[in-house]
């Protein structure tokens, strides 16, 4: 057996630039079974892997024929300097499926620098476009807001070449007095004869505490031009939001409402001091459900619903989106027992091929059948065995195109 790496590019890197790393494990003559490979971390690097079906491989090594096949990892330094990518551990599989032994490559090593003008400290994304736009609900120039207002900003990023899982998080701050909620991001990447267009939506709300005036702040997106060759950024202003107290006019108001309820009577009274409980009850409520809201948007079971609604309309890419964002939500052993779980680990795999492979196709039938085994699979889990599988393969992700030159 021969088991080989390498780097495309095989060079250094900059800053948030993706390195694709293959991993080739060739076998003489046959291959009983494709292998099972996992990549484990590497300290100051963003590992994804992006196909769970490798590249099929047959050539000829002094003489001999091999057939076997690559897999593809891609690498995001976050940081300048020398990162060390840690060897593949490869499970060798007998003709049923069954461990018949291991290996693993060998440790890689890129080196990626920070050029002049680019602060590494920020979300960088290196790419040969990148766009970022905002929207502000309600209207920020138009908007009278008072105490326990809000104000949500939805910022929208794409990057060429790069996933929506391969962008780093923004920063989002406020000064005292906003409290600040975000929703879990969502992935609109789009796919275009091989090209992958990376769409990340992130979406914060700003909840206004008491009567003042407010900034908030703007927000910078980084980015190293790979045409250019140059350090550039893309700024998203901020606003200033005033939050008015009531009005005296409307104190006034409230003030002769109250005295025409003290002359009605202790009737009146009474019915006051209920409605004032109940107003203030219900404030709590509120300001308790808005972070459940947000908890519950982020959420796997929030996931889960998602992923149902989404199968059975039988579109393969909105699938495997909501797939890998609820996949994304599960611990890490969660994860790989679903993924190996024979009732959804076929269905998968026919995804994957419907989206990457030259043959492959999903319709709505094969859809409501992965909803079905979505639904199975979570019930297991959610009850493990005391003797849980153990499976090597890492977690899934969104799709990443393969380019020919990179497999060559």
Do not use: C
């Given at each position: 057996?021969?088991?080989?790496t390498?780097?495309?590019?095989p060079?250094g890197?900059?800053?948030g630039?993706?390195?694709?790393?293959?991993?080739?494990?060739l076998f003489?003559?046959?291959?009983?079974?494709?292998?099972?490979?996992?990549?484990?971390?590497a300290?100051?690097?963003?590992?994804?892997?992006?196909?769970?079906?490798?590249l099929?491989?047959?050539?000829?090594?002094?003489g001999?024929?091999y057939?076997?096949q690559q897999?593809?990892?891609?690498?995001?330094?976050?940081?300048?300097g020398?990162i060390?990518?840690?060897?593949a551990?490869?499970?060798l599989?007998?003709?049923?499926?069954?461990?018949?032994?291991?290996?693993r490559?060998?440790?890689?090593?890129?080196v990626?620098?920070?050029?002049?003008?680019l602060?590494?400290?920020?979300?960088?994304?290196?790419?040969?476009?990148?766009?970022v736009?905002?929207?502000w609900?309600p209207?920020?120039?138009?908007?009278?807001?008072?105490?326990?207002?809000?104000?949500?900003r939805?910022?929208?990023?794409?990057?060429?070449?790069?996933?929506?899982?391969g962008?780093p998080?923004?920063a989002?701050?406020a000064?005292?007095?906003?409290?600040i909620?975000?929703?879990?991001?969502?992935?609109?990447d789009?796919?275009?004869r091989?090209?992958?267009?990376?769409?990340r939506?992130?979406?914060?709300?700003?909840v206004?505490?008491?009567?003042?005036?407010?900034?908030?702040?703007?927000?910078v997106?980084?980015?190293?031009?790979?045409?250019?060759?140059?350090?550039?950024?893309?700024t998203?202003?901020g606003v200033?939001?005033a939050?008015?107290a009531?009005?005296?006019?409307?104190?006034?108001?409230?003030?002769?409402?109250?005295?025409r309820?003290?002359?009605?009577?202790?009737?009146?009274?009474g019915?006051?001091?209920l409605?004032v409980?109940?107003w203030?009850l219900?404030g709590?409520?509120?300001?308790?459900?808005?972070?459940?809201?947000?908890?519950?948007?982020?959420?796997?079971?929030?996931?889960?619903?998602?992923?149902?609604?989404?199968?059975?309309?039988?579109?393969?890419?909105?699938?495997?989106?909501?797939?890998?964002?609820?996949?994304?939500?599960?611990?890490?052993?969660?994860?790989?027992?679903?993924?190996?779980?024979?009732?959804i680990?076929p269905?998968?795999?026919?995804?994957e091929?419907?989206?990457f492979g030259?043959?492959g196709?999903?319709?709505?039938e094969?859809?409501?059948?992965?909803r079905?085994?979505?639904?199975?699979v979570?019930?297991?889990?959610?009850r493990?065995?005391?003797?849980?599988?153990r499976?090597?393969l890492?977690?899934?992700?969104?799709?990443?195109?393969?380019s020919?030159a990179?497999?060559?």
């Open positions: 057996m021969v088991v080989r390498s780097l495309d590019p060079g890197s900059v800053v630039q993706p390195v694709r790393l293959h991993v080739d494990v003489p003559g046959s291959m009983p079974r494709p292998p099972r490979i996992r990549l484990g971390d300290p100051g690097a963003q590992i994804l892997r992006f196909e769970t079906q490798g099929t491989l047959r050539e000829a090594i002094d001999q024929p057939v076997g897999f593809e990892f891609v690498v995001f330094p976050r940081r300048g020398a060390e990518i840690p060897s551990e490869i499970t599989l007998d003709a049923a499926g069954d461990p018949a032994g291991s290996a490559s060998a440790v890689q090593r890129i990626a620098t920070v050029p002049p003008g602060d590494a400290s920020g979300p960088v994304i290196a790419a040969t476009a990148v766009t736009s905002q929207i609900e209207d920020p120039g138009q908007a009278r807001l008072a105490p326990g207002g809000a104000l949500v939805t910022v929208r990023r794409g990057a060429s070449g790069i996933p929506a899982m962008m998080d923004l989002f701050s000064p005292d007095g906003v409290r909620y975000a929703d879990a991001p969502r992935s609109e789009r796919i275009n091989g090209a992958v267009t990376g769409e939506v992130d979406r914060v709300t700003y206004f505490e008491r009567p003042d005036a407010y900034v908030l702040p703007a927000i997106q980084p980015w190293w031009d790979l045409a250019a060759r140059q350090a550039r950024s893309e998203l202003p200033t939001i939050v008015a009531a009005s005296s006019e409307a104190r006034q108001r409230q003030g002769r409402t109250t005295a309820a003290w002359v009605a009577g202790s009737a009146l009274l019915a006051l001091l409605g409980l109940v203030r219900r709590r409520r509120i300001a308790r459900w808005r972070p459940w809201r947000t908890n519950r948007a982020a959420s796997g079971a929030a996931a889960l619903s998602q992923l149902r609604r989404v199968a059975q309309r039988g579109d393969p890419g909105a699938t495997y989106a909501a797939l890998a964002t609820w996949l994304g939500r599960m611990p890490a052993d969660t994860r790989q027992r679903i993924r190996a779980d024979r009732r680990a269905l998968i795999d026919q995804l091929r419907a989206l030259p043959d196709g999903w319709s709505a094969q859809g409501h059948a992965l079905n085994a979505v639904i199975e979570h019930r297991t889990v959610r493990p065995s005391d003797h849980p599988q499976v090597d890492p977690p899934l992700n969104p799709p990443w195109p393969r020919k990179g497999h060559s």
